[in-house]
């Protein structure tokens, strides 16, 4: 099967390469008169690639299964042109939505190339993406642990490796009328991508971008070096009742490096990791507009690069690698003067290498071993060293563990045919869509271990003792992922002008098939429907809803109706209103639906039952197998809902040169799956999930912007504010002890923990504790919130920031003849992070752990009226070391997130080499961050691979 799946996907590429091919050489560069275009196409070019009249909602604009005209829009959207993402050097779309769009908060919390994506939320929640009408089912987040194992869980086909070149349009569908037509998978909003379908006019062209650069780690934590590790750690044994464990003459050496080996000193940063790691990518592009067709083409190369250094003899790589080819065929095409056709075709290949044990595990060690811990190597043979206490070494991590290679190779297929029914009903149309989405990754593991050594055991310092044993390389290959999705869709619509008055319908059968490695196949079908009329330009309502269902619910509960309504007045059409000349548009709007999401589990309604250990009857061998009951099942489990408001308005001034949106949203979540609260482990089994949980999230959105130009100066400048406050309604837990203690009315996933009162002084240690702690000058001191003189969990309560979350974004864009600049910042207000851990916490794991520079800041008597951490101590701590406000961070940033400088040519040499453009371009993303939270990145606090800094270069020349 997996082998039939990897030929239907290398036969979708050879046909993308093939119509390619056939079209550039029949079409596009076959038709020199077709090149030239006037002045006035290449400025609106230029202005629509910086960003320029960029701000406003087009015309019309991308909606669900169709398109919808500005002044009839109902739906609340927040709308961003393709061509604002070309700006950005990444290498996942995703990560160039950050600032951009109202409602959408982007969260990266890697760098590691291919696993760099951010969280993507939209109200809250996590939004499905839908790709020219085709929805996906990859937004998982990758976490460290999975990718170290080589799992990768994007569902095998990561449909944001899609490229800016190719994105024609990015819309945010927010409300529940918007997404209605979705049903049980519209809770969660929608991120609708259109790919770019040719030129505008009867004309072809040809594009060719390069561009390289480097990208820099930001935000890295600084280690202690080998001496102020050993003096806190004198300091810490001795808070915890010890004896100082390093000499004076031992400090000295680490100090002063006179005995490496001995007495190392090795920052695993430097050591393990380069300065910067190159990445570069290619595009070449065609598209163009003829009779009957029109075509978009697109190949594009990508090649990132790792951090991680590499030992010059070995026969391979070692280093993150991470290598990407994309192919993009999309053709329309009028057969008759009533039929249309659509083939849109996508291959994918990437290519992965990563250290035997895992980009994760090198990072992960490189924080937790201290610069005094051992040396790279001994000084007998070269070979690596290691100690009882650290048998790791990060360096040989990730230069002597062999490799793993992953291989991913995916494709996608629509194609549509639509027929227009005027012929028997003016406006009618019916439409056919049939869409394949293979895809196949294969892990190659050629992964082993290395010979590391203490040394000296004795005093004879030829004596050494193995810690650390190689092992044979592994050459084991398996396909880790595969996934495949078949969706099917036949729709009638209609659309119509009835003089001032407009009338649009769509009513559609959808069949969504999607099958991962050796589940069973999960389904979404059912019937949805969207109404439309607007009256004489002024006033529209619309209505649309949804019955569908999935089969993995248990029968009678698969199915489900989801409705929709919403109306908007556009003021400005009014008679009365026609004499404020200032405004060019004035619409009020307002939604309100249910919508739902459907999260069936895999079949939970069917009681599973496995085999157990054998029971053996008397004294001799004779036995019988076992079944013991699985997990309870919950038979009346059904899909999640939401109750959806949105008030806003839209507003235009100036000639169209200002705008103005504002949403209001308010949406009440019921039937969210939970285990009840009420559970007790009398029971001897675990609670199902069942819809009981009530949350709500509510906010308002706002974007706004300003574009004109002065003499040749073409300038835009635009924002966008979104805040996002939830509140748990219900949960079903038991009543508790105290109000404070209480989740019901509080933030969803607020930061909870004990509240810290400073620290107890020499002169003062008196006060609530923990039971059997006894404190010390310099622990941390908790409040008592129920008085009781003890701390406990009675004692909890939120410590976060309970305020809305707030985001934003701010762009600049400037036009000067041939030179343009833009700038994005990107920003988060109200945002709380608590701090655990290895990363945090000195001397973890018994002692052994490292410590940074901020841990300096720990309590002593000298310090004791400005340290804001507790003294050190060793091993395990039951007060100093749990979460507490003492670790709560205010993790709010203004970030440079993007910047680009390019400058145009185009006079009479180049349009006699028939060339049309050329553009020299300089890129910059993630260059400045202004923090109140200084120990690390704000976002990638975790302590693993780093965000990246990334300065590139490039050119574009267009044909």
């Known amino acids: 099967m997996n082998r039939n799946l990897l030929h239907r996907s290398k036969n979708i590429i050879c046909l993308c390469l093939f119509s390619s091919g056939l079209l550039l050489a029949q079409q596009g560069l076959a038709q020199g008169k077709l090149r030239d275009t006037t002045q006035k196409a290449t400025d609106d070019s230029i202005k629509r690639a910086t960003g320029i009249a960029a701000g406003l909602i087009p015309q019309n604009i991308p909606i669900l299964f169709g398109q919808q005209d500005r002044s009839r829009l109902v739906q609340s959207v927040s709308y961003l042109n393709g061509k604002r993402l070309e700006s950005a050097p990444v290498s996942l779309l995703s990560n160039s939505f950050?600032?951009?769009?109202?409602?959408?908060?982007?969260?990266?919390?890697?760098?590691?190339?291919?696993?760099?994506?951010?969280?993507?939320?939209?109200?809250?929640?996590?939004?499905?993406?839908?790709?020219?009408?085709?929805?996906?089912?990859?937004?998982?987040?990758?976490?460290?642990?999975?990718?170290?194992?080589?799992?990768?869980?994007?569902?095998?086909?990561?449909?944001?490796?899609?490229?800016?070149?190719?994105?024609?349009?990015?819309?945010?569908?927010?409300?529940?009328?918007?997404?209605?037509?979705?049903?049980?998978?519209?809770?969660?909003?929608?991120?609708?991508?259109?790919?770019?379908?040719?030129?505008?006019?009867?004309?072809?062209?040809?594009?060719?971008?390069?561009?390289?650069?480097?990208?820099?780690?930001?935000?890295?934590?600084?280690?202690?070096?080998?001496?102020?590790?050993?003096?806190?750690?004198?300091?810490?044994?001795?808070?915890?009742?010890?004896?100082?464990?390093?000499?004076?003459?031992?400090?000295?050496?680490?100090?002063?490096?006179?005995?490496?080996?001995?007495?190392?000193?090795?920052?695993?940063?430097?050591?393990?990791?380069?300065?910067?790691?190159?990445?570069?990518?290619?595009?070449?592009?065609?598209?163009?507009?003829?009779?009957?067709?029109?075509?978009?083409?697109?190949?594009?190369?990508?090649a990132q690069g790792g951090l991680l250094k590499e030992d010059p003899n070995t026969a391979y790589g070692t280093n993150v690698d991470y290598k990407r080819y994309v192919l993009r065929s999309n053709i329309d095409i009028n057969l008759d003067k009533h039929l249309s056709a659509s083939f849109n075709l996508l291959g994918n290949i990437q290519d992965y290498y990563q250290p035997g044990v895992g980009y994760a595990s090198v990072f992960s060690s490189i924080l937790n071993t201290p610069a005094n811990a051992t040396p790279i190597y001994t000084p007998v043979g070269g070979t690596y060293a290691g100690t009882r206490q650290y048998p790791t070494n990060p360096y040989a991590q990730a230069v002597s563990t062999g490799y793993l290679k992953n291989n991913l190779q995916a494709a996608s297929a629509n194609i549509s045919i639509k027929r227009m029914m005027d012929d028997v009903v003016k406006g009618l149309y019916v439409k056919a869509l049939l869409s394949y989405t293979p895809s196949y990754e294969q892990q190659i593991d050629r992964s082993k271990n290395y010979n590391a050594y203490y040394y000296p055991v004795t005093a004879d310092t030829t004596q050494h003792i193995k810690v650390n044993t190689i092992s044979d390389q592994s050459n084991v290959a398996s396909v880790i992922e595969r996934f495949q999705q078949t969706y099917t869709e036949l729709s009638m619509g209609y659309d119509h002008a009835f003089g001032n008055d407009k009338l649009s319908a769509l009513l559609m059968g959808r069949y969504d098939n999607t099958q991962g490695d050796n589940t069973l196949n999960q389904v979404y079908k059912g019937f949805s429907g969207r109404v439309n009329y607007s009256f004489n330009n002024r006033f529209n309502v619309e209505a649309a809803g949804a019955y569908n269902g999935n089969n993995r619910f248990a029968p009678g509960n698969q199915y489900g109706f989801y409705p929709s309504v919403g109306a908007s007045w556009n003021i400005h059409n009014e008679d009365f209103f026609k004499s404020i000349n200032f405004l060019s548009e004035l619409k009020v709007r307002a939604t309100y639906g249910k919508v739902g999401n459907a999260n069936p589990g895999y079949y939970t309604y069917l009681q599973a039952y496995s085999g157990g250990s054998a029971y053996f009857f008397g004294t001799g061998a004779t036995s019988s197998s076992s079944?013991?009951?699985?997990?309870?099942?919950?038979?009346?489990?059904?899909?999640?809902?939401?109750?959806?408001?949105?008030?806003?308005?839209?507003?235009?001034?100036?000639?169209?040169?200002?705008?103005?949106?504002?949403?209001?949203?308010?949406?009440?979540?019921?039937?969210?799956?939970?285990?009840?609260?009420?559970?007790?482990?009398?029971?001897?089994?675990?609670?199902?999930?069942?819809?009981?949980?009530?949350?709500?999230?509510?906010?308002?959105?706002?974007?706004?912007?300003?574009?004109?130009?002065?003499?040749?100066?073409?300038?835009?400048?635009?924002?966008?504010?979104?805040?996002?406050?939830?509140?748990?309604?219900?949960?079903?837990?038991?009543?508790?002890?105290?109000?404070?203690?209480?989740?019901?009315?509080?933030?969803?996933?607020?930061?909870?923990?004990?509240?810290?009162?400073?620290?107890?002084?020499?002169?003062?240690?008196?006060?609530?504790?923990?039971?059997?702690?006894?404190?010390?000058?310099?622990?941390?001191?908790?409040?008592?919130?129920?008085?009781?003189?003890?701390?406990?969990?009675?004692?909890?309560?939120?410590?976060?920031?309970?305020?809305?979350?707030?985001?934003?974004?701010?762009?600049?864009?400037?036009?000067?003849?041939?030179?343009?600049?833009?700038?994005?910042?990107?920003?988060?207000?109200?945002?709380?992070?608590?701090?655990?851990?290895?990363?945090?916490?000195?001397?973890?794991?018994?002692?052994?752990?490292?410590?940074?520079?901020?841990?300096?800041?720990?309590?002593?008597?000298?310090?004791?009226?400005?340290?804001?951490?507790?003294?050190v101590t060793l091993g395990t701590d039951i007060n100093n070391y749990v979460p507490s406000s003492l670790f709560v961070r205010n993790a709010s940033y203004v970030r440079l997130k993007n910047f680009e400088l390019g400058f145009s040519f185009s006079n009479r040499l180049l349009s006699a080499a028939k060339i049309k453009r050329v553009r020299l371009f300089v890129r910059g993303e993630n260059l400045l961050t202004w923090s109140k939270y200084k120990e690390s990145d704000p976002e990638d606090y975790t302590g693993l691979y780093p965000i990246q800094r990334v300065i590139n270069g490039g050119l574009s020349v267009k044909l």
């Open 98 to 302: 950050g600032g951009q769009l109202a409602g959408l908060y982007a969260q990266q919390s890697n760098g590691a190339p291919r696993f760099d994506n951010p969280t993507l939320s939209l109200r809250g929640r996590n939004p499905l993406v839908v790709i020219d009408g085709v929805p996906m089912y990859n937004l998982v987040s990758l976490t460290a642990s999975n990718v170290t194992s080589g799992i990768t869980n994007q569902s095998l086909f990561d449909v944001l490796s899609i490229n800016p070149e190719q994105v024609e349009s990015v819309v945010l569908l927010k409300d529940a009328l918007s997404t209605a037509m979705l049903g049980n998978q519209a809770m969660d909003g929608v991120l609708l991508i259109t790919t770019r379908k040719g030129l505008p006019e009867k004309t072809s062209g040809v594009t060719f971008t390069a561009q390289a650069g480097v990208q820099t780690p930001i935000g890295m934590r600084k280690p202690l070096s080998a001496f102020d590790y050993a003096s806190l750690y004198n300091e810490a044994a001795i808070n915890s009742g010890g004896a100082a464990v390093f000499s004076p003459a031992q400090l000295d050496a680490y100090r002063n490096g006179t005995d490496p080996n001995l007495y190392p000193n090795v920052n695993w940063q430097d050591a393990v990791l380069k300065k910067n790691a190159p990445m570069q990518r290619y595009n070449l592009s065609a598209g163009g507009t003829f009779t009957n067709m029109k075509y978009f083409l697109s190949l594009d190369y990508l």
């Open 627 to 871: 079944f013991f009951q699985g997990d309870l099942v919950n038979p009346n489990r059904v899909a999640e809902k939401a109750n959806k408001l949105d008030l806003g308005f839209d507003l235009a001034y100036s000639q169209n040169r200002g705008w103005l949106n504002f949403d209001y949203y308010n949406n009440k979540q019921y039937d969210l799956l939970q285990i009840r609260g009420g559970n007790t482990a009398v029971l001897g089994q675990v609670y199902p999930l069942e819809n009981i949980g009530k949350n709500k999230y509510y906010g308002f959105e706002i974007n706004t912007g300003w574009s004109d130009k002065i003499g040749k100066l073409l300038y835009s400048v635009s924002g966008n504010l979104s805040t996002v406050s939830s509140k748990i309604i219900y949960n079903d837990e038991p009543a508790q002890a105290y109000p404070y203690m209480a989740k019901t009315g509080t933030p969803i996933n607020a930061i909870r923990g004990y509240v810290a009162d400073g620290f107890f002084t020499a002169g003062n240690l008196t006060g609530a504790t923990m039971s059997g702690f006894t404190p010390s000058a310099g622990d941390v001191r908790y409040k008592d919130l129920n008085g009781d003189g003890i701390i406990n969990q009675y004692d909890q309560t939120v410590i976060g920031n309970n305020k809305p979350l707030v985001f934003y974004g701010l762009g600049l864009n400037l036009q000067y003849n041939g030179l343009d600049l833009g700038i994005l910042f990107q920003g988060v207000a109200n945002r709380d992070i608590m701090l655990s851990g290895n990363y945090e916490y000195p001397f973890t794991n018994n002692g052994l752990g490292q410590a940074f520079d901020y841990n300096l800041n720990r309590y002593t008597p000298a310090t004791a009226a400005t340290a804001t951490l507790p003294r």
